[in-house]
């Protein structure tokens, strides 16, 4: 796919539906819990890495998420420590049960500027990555997911949000021989 640069709002607030990460009800690492303790609520640029974790059949792993009840796909904040690549896997497991292995980098994206409903802002870039299902069984392996679940590239469910979409039509070709997208 080609290279892609979207323009993105200096600053929204967007239905939690559209976001990668919602943390409202979510934990909070510590890291970024002292990190409010410096700042308050002022805005912070926050890594997170996405794992589009695909099968045999090239079915898309999804989670739904125990905050709004809506599909999405597998992702985190990154720790302190830790590679992109380390906290998609970590990821992974702790969300799927999916012991997964990254193929390569599928894009990178940033969100828009985000206005939690504690006032805390936040913008996050993504790093996702194609991964492939290497062991486990999927299931929802923490509080963040009440079901996980493949689901065939044409049947991908209603409530997915357009960001997510993108991200598992930048990660789909296995073969892809072209460069990461980056939005």
């Keep these: ?11 929204v607030t967007w239905p939690l539906s ?17 990190l409010r303790s410096h700042v308050g609520h002022g805005l912070l640029l926050l890594p997170g890495a996405a794992a589009l974790i695909f099968n045999d059949a090239n079915e ?8 709004n009840g809506r599909w999405a796909v597998v992702g985190g904040a990154i720790d302190p420590g830790e590679t992109p690549a380390q906290a998609a896997i970590r990821e992974a497991f702790e969300e799927t049960g999916i012991t997964a292995v990254v193929e ?15 006032g805390d802002i936040a913008q996050y870039v993504i790093i996702a990555f194609r991964c492939r299902a290497a062991g486990g069984s999927p299931h929802a392996a923490d509080e963040e997911s009440t079901e996980v679940r493949y689901f065939a590239l044409d049947a991908l469910p209603s409530d997915l949000p357009p960001a997510h979409r993108q991200r598992i039509r930048d990660a789909a070709d296995p073969g892809s021989a072209s460069p990461a997208v980056f939005g």
């Design 18 to 34: 559209v976001l990668l990460f919602q943390f409202i009800s979510m934990p909070v690492s510590d890291h970024i819990r002292e």
């Design 1 to 11: 796919m080609a290279a892609a640069l979207h323009a993105v709002p200096q600053a």
């Design 60 to 67: 898309i792993l999804l989670g739904r998420r125990s905050d």
């Design 104 to 118: 390569r980098v599928s894009g990178v994206y940033t969100s828009p500027v985000i206005t939690y409903p504690n």
